[in-house]
């Protein structure tokens, strides 16, 4: 797997970073391992507010990012997990955003934006 995660737990939410490159036909393996490390650590360390910055390099087919989504309460994803999604560069983020529309249709809470400081402003007052 060619995705990297590291993470931060501050007093009110779990900051989680995603770097490497995405590994054509195999981003959605990739995915769930990764989801459900952050599932893991957020359990782990009692906090449900997440922000998950993506620096990861290569496009994530949209089919990808439905199949990912749909697992996550198969590996263990809570619903009382919020998710912000910061995804810095404006290609990744117009790629990534429909992670948001794919996780409010399954019922789970989250949002993406461009920046850090406008995704813990949002997963704070949540």
Known sequence: MSLKLKHKAFKDYLRVEFNGNRTPGQEVEEGIATWKQVA???????L???????????RLPAVSAFNITESLDIIGWQQDFIIAGVAPDKIAFTNLSIFETIMQ???????????ESDAKKWLLSI
């Open 48 to 58: 449900n507010r997440i922000m998950v910055v993506s620096k990861v390099k290569g």
């Open 105 to 115: 249709n399954l019922g789970y809470e989250g949002k993406m934006f461009e920046n």
């Open 40 to 46: 893991d650590i957020a359990r782990k360390v009692k």
